[in-house]
């Protein structure tokens, strides 16, 4: 198996990454959520804080020079509102279909608890979709609840809120 690089998020251009989100997003919500519900929640869902991609917290994984993954957190929640001291949130793991299983989300979720933790965070949340769940499981991250994320007032998206306790 061929090494994963990881480094800052702020070396890739910002398209790249919009791109790799709505794709790897794209096939894997259609597995569990109908057609109409990906098409309206995709554009909300995969949106980054573009201060957030060039910030400390958002990492880059590469296999052979090709960005294959991407993934960061933030102590902000997904929805602006200011952190909470000991806790932060799980942004916008995600990972090219061609590198599923294949080492690059475990890597990824690695270098986020472990910069969390080195920032004094305890606790790490995240809202999940359905077919995530398993592998937010497997990082060691607990099912708290299904959840209804409002993406906009007329769109609710179900969720599953995950944490994780370092």
Do not use: K
Not at 54 to 67: K, Q
Not at 135 to 144: D, E, L, N, T
């Amino acid at each position: 198996m061929c090494t994963i690089d990881l480094s800052p998020a702020s070396e890739a251009h910002p398209d790249d990454l919009l791109t790799l989100l709505a794709c790897s997003y794209g096939a894997i919500l259609t597995r569990d959520y109908s057609d109409d519900l990906v098409r309206a929640a995709l554009p909300v869902l995969y949106q980054p804080v573009p201060a957030a991609l060039r910030g400390p917290h958002y990492v880059l994984a590469r296999r052979d020079g090709r960005v294959v993954g991407v993934g960061g957190w933030s102590r902000e929640t997904p929805f602006g509102r200011p952190g909470v001291d000991g806790l932060g949130h799980v942004r916008h793991l995600a990972v090219s279909l061609d590198a599923l299983r294949g080492g690059v989300g475990r890597a990824i979720f690695g270098w986020i608890t472990a910069t969390a933790q080195a920032a004094q965070v305890t606790r790490l949340v995240c809202l999940s979709p359905q077919g995530a769940v398993p592998f937010f499981v497997a990082m060691g991250m607990q099912a708290q609840g299904e959840v209804a994320l409002q993406l906009t007032p007329h769109l609710s998206f179900p969720a599953v809120q995950m944490c994780w306790t370092g």
